[in-house]
């Protein structure tokens, strides 16, 4: 998610404001990019990422239901509480939940590459375009409803990067993933992205070929 929320206080506040923000938003975005490495994991053992992906899944969800329904913190919220934004603190955490989700559909529904691909798309679209857009995002046209015109350039040429490797050099279907991806990004979805992204880049990649 291109995020929007404190955004012109980034750029209008004090320089130590400004490397806050993106110290905290560095932290959160390269745990999402980290998601890449499921690729090299399924390269492994499929179902040893469906099954740990899911068990860890499971565990977020319970420590975030004691947390919402008993107060109290875990060594589960703690973490999580190192990268979510000040807004959720009263609600559930939803995008540890559905990025998991999202891998594990990428690679239960999709064939390999496709996969591949979905998941890529999800780690660095989204990953680049939310920290390039709440840190240097300046141009913010009604039609993105808030969200960046640099952050979904970033977007879009993260993937077209990253779908021309794993297409080994296929740029027409590295076209329409990056901009598949910049367009889903742009949608308000909030923590949702991370699940239509896959699902839409894997259908796309599986019809095109792959």
Known sequence: MD?????ASVHQGEPSTFWQVAKQEFLRKFIHMAS??????????????????????IIFIVGES??????GTSLITQ???LVK???????????PITLSLGI???????PTVAARLAVAALAFGDGIASLVGRLFGRHRPKLLRGKSIEGSLSCFLVVLAASYVLTKG??????W?????????ALPLKSFDNLVIPLCVGFLSFRLGY
């Open 36 to 57: 890449v490495l499921s690729i090299f994991v399924a390269r492994y053992s499929e179902p040893l990422l469906i099954w740990g992906l899911a068990i860890i899944t």
């Open 79 to 81: 973490l999580v509480a």
């Open 177 to 185: 993933v990056a901009l598949l991806t910049t367009f889903i990004e």
């Open 3 to 7: 995020g929007k929320i404190g955004e």
């Open 66 to 71: 004691i947390r919402l329904i008993l107060g």
């Open 170 to 175: 296929d740029l027409t279907t590295s076209f």
């Open 104 to 110: 594990m559909s990428a690679f239960l529904l999709f």
């Open 85 to 95: 934004r000040g807004s959720e603190d009263e609600r559930p955490a939803l995008g």
